[in-house]
């Protein structure tokens, strides 16, 4: 079975400052990983996902993050956030096989509120 | 543009009512979703279907079926609403197995 931890249900900081938020997977085989990101009044949509290759991906409004293996650690951060980054980000983890349909799993979701 | 609509963005009703919601996708996407949302609970898979008339059990089936008679359709059903299932309901659907999920702007079921 496959399960999520976000360590931080709430994370202040200051505008323009540094974050990161933290996931961490268990899982018995590999892994496809992801980040989503639910803003005020919305539903979630996908922020990034890691399925191979590079451990570093990328989204187009300056998150990272960064698949460790052995540390099955999969942590979001963004060197320098903005008032309209406050949202709650949800990590997920499905098995990496392309055979039918795999189970996503969610965490329980990290509330970033950034402070002007 | 990708789109998921959910019928309705806020909903009430009474303990015992049977209780429809609907998600509709444009996408034509083999997979649909529902899941609930709690406070310190994340989301919860109720049930997906992979394709049309097909269905299976999420982690929490339990006061709740569904139906998928048209691909770009899935309603999820509350046969007789209870307090305990006053919660944000999301739909979602996605391609394949691996790829993203679109979700739906949800729906807040009050059950009274």
């Known amino acids: 079975a496959q399960s999520v931890t976000q360590l931080d249900s709430q994370v202040p900081v200051f505008e323009e400052a540094p974050v990161e938020l933290r996931c961490n997977y268990s899982?018995?085989?590999?892994?496809?990983l992801f980040w989503y990101v639910q803003y005020p009044n919305q539903g979630l949509q996908l922020l990034l996902k890691?399925?191979?290759?590079?451990?570093l991906v990328e989204s187009i409004n300056g998150f990272e993050a960064e698949f460790n293996k052995s540390q099955t650690s999969f942590h979001l951060r963004k060197p320098s956030v903005h008032i309209s980054d406050t949202a709650e980000y949800f990590c997920?983890?499905?098995?990496?096989?392309?055979?039918?349909?795999?189970?996503?799993?969610f965490g329980i979701g990290t509330k970033l509120q950034v402070i002007p | 543009d990708v789109k998921v609509t959910q019928s309705s963005r806020y909903l009430v009703k009474r303990t015992g009512e049977k209780v429809f919601l609907e998600c509709v996708q444009d996408m034509d996407h083999e997979n649909m979703f529902w899941y609930r949302q709690d406070p310190g609970l994340g989301l919860r898979l109720i049930y997906f279907s992979y394709d049309v008339k097909m269905k299976e059990k999420g982690d929490i089936p339990e006061g709740y079926s569904v139906s998928r008679e048209k691909k770009e359709r899935f309603s999820l059903i509350l046969e007789s609403a209870s307090t305990n299932q006053t919660s944000m309901y999301l739909c979602?659907?996605?391609?394949?197995?691996?790829?993203?999920?679109?979700f739906g702007p949800g729906t807040r079921l009050t059950v009274l």
């Open positions: 890691y399925l191979s290759g590079s451990t």
């Open positions: 899982s018995s085989v590999s892994v496809y």
């Open positions: 997920a983890v499905s098995p990496g096989s392309s055979g039918g349909y795999q189970k996503v799993t």
């Open positions: 979602a659907s996605s391609r394949t197995a691996i790829t993203t999920q679109y």
